[in-house]
């Protein structure tokens, strides 16, 4: 990884999603994106429930990025689709040939579909084959059981719990489990998320 990886906003293409730079003209599609409360439970910087705290979410992921910390997505579905979640690369560490993937949420409407395996698929693929990166590390909290298998279906591997870690709005201290993907598991890791990929995908009605 050079000095300048995981700066450049870019678009990464995929089969039923494309994952676009963030942008202050999508709060509108990415608040109704939002809209179930379930959504926001347990993450860490949520999206909230007005369109004020979405705005505040946004400001902070951009500056954020504008100092080289974050590089901040938009999902969209394809073809010409409308937003439908935020994900983004974080704790870059380019010293040591490190990134995780996090801050991902999504519509409810689209939770155990396609759309989190192939935008997995895509942000793994370009840290790992265009930024050369050693270890892609994910995390989530304790309490999130969906959001853990969903981690461990794609592949990665379960490190262990950081303890009480974070302060949540609220007084809950957050327990985070810890995963990661290896630069030398990543050709299985890239053939499992291929698989399941390549599988027919009905979109949910409505959508």
């Known amino acids: 990884m050079s000095a300048d990886g995981f700066r450049s906003p870019i678009t990464l293409y995929g089969r039923f999603i494309e994952l676009v730079p963030l942008e202050r003209s999508h709060r509108d599609e990415l608040r109704y994106a939002a809209r179930d409360p379930e959504v926001s439970r347990y993450l860490r910087n949520p999206p909230g429930t007005t369109l004020a705290e979405l705005d505040a979410l946004i400001e902070l992921l951009l500056g954020l990025q504008k100092a080289g910390e974050v590089l901040a997505f938009t999902t969209r579905l394809l073809p010409e689709g409308p937003a439908i979640g935020m994900t983004r690369y974080l704790n870059i560490d380019r010293k040591n040939l490190g990134v995780e993937v996090g801050g991902t949420w999504l519509d409810s409407t689209y939770w155990r579909t396609a759309v989190n395996t192939e935008s997995k698929y895509l942000l793994f ?14 995390q989530t909290d304790l309490r999130n059981v969906r959001s853990q298998r969903a981690i461990e279906r794609v592949g990665a591997v379960r490190e262990g719990v950081l303890r009480e870690k974070v302060l949540l709005p609220g007084g809950y201290f ?20 291929e698989t399941m990929i390549a599988r027919p995908w009905t979109r949910p009605k409505g959508s």
């Open 174 to 193: 957050r327990s985070s489990v810890i995963y990661s993907v290896l630069a030398s598991e990543w050709p299985a890791v890239k053939g499992r998320l």
């Open 125 to 138: 693929r370009h840290a790992f084959e265009s930024e050369s990166v050693r270890r892609v590390q994910l």
